[in-house]
Nanobody, 119 residues
Framework: QVQLVESGGGLVQAGGSLRLSCAYS????????MGWYRQAPGKQRELVAT???????NYADSVKGRFTISRDNTKKTVYLQMNTLKPEDTAVYYC?????????????WGQGTQVTVSS
């Protein structure tokens, strides 16, 4: 089993910044993908930014140039630095991973952290 614990959400004014953290634990043989999704009220969950094998990254067009995904393997933590936040970035942000261990290949989600951007 893999556990993901997010932190760092909160309320911020438009133009401000937040950094989300996702600490992961458990037995992992290989991380196939890891990153962040978000879900706004009444909308489907959407990709924000992910690592896609090795050091490859993938960003939603709406956050390119404003958000940066990074990781610290020694701390087993993935970060999402969010700058120049907009009200439309308001959502619950979820940490996600696609991993392989002795149980096979599975997807895991964190519990989510609320980000609210006021105008």
């Amino acid at each position: 089993q893999v556990q993901l614990v997010e932190s760092g959400g909160g309320l911020v004014q438009a133009g401000g910044s937040l950094r989300l953290s996702c600490a992961y634990s458990g037995i992992i043989f290989r991380i196939n993908a890891m990153g962040w999704y978000r879900q706004a009220p009444g909308k489907q969950r959407e990709l924000v930014a992910t690592f896609t094998g090795g050091d490859g990254t993938n960003y939603a067009d709406s956050v390119k140039g404003r958000f940066t995904i990074s990781r610290d393997n020694t701390k087993k933590t993935v970060y999402l630095q969010m700058n120049t936040l907009k009200p439309e970035d308001t959502a619950v942000y979820y940490c996600y991973t696609d991993t392989t261990n002795w149980a096979g290949r599975r997807e895991y989600w964190g519990q989510g952290t609320q980000v609210t951007v006021s105008s």
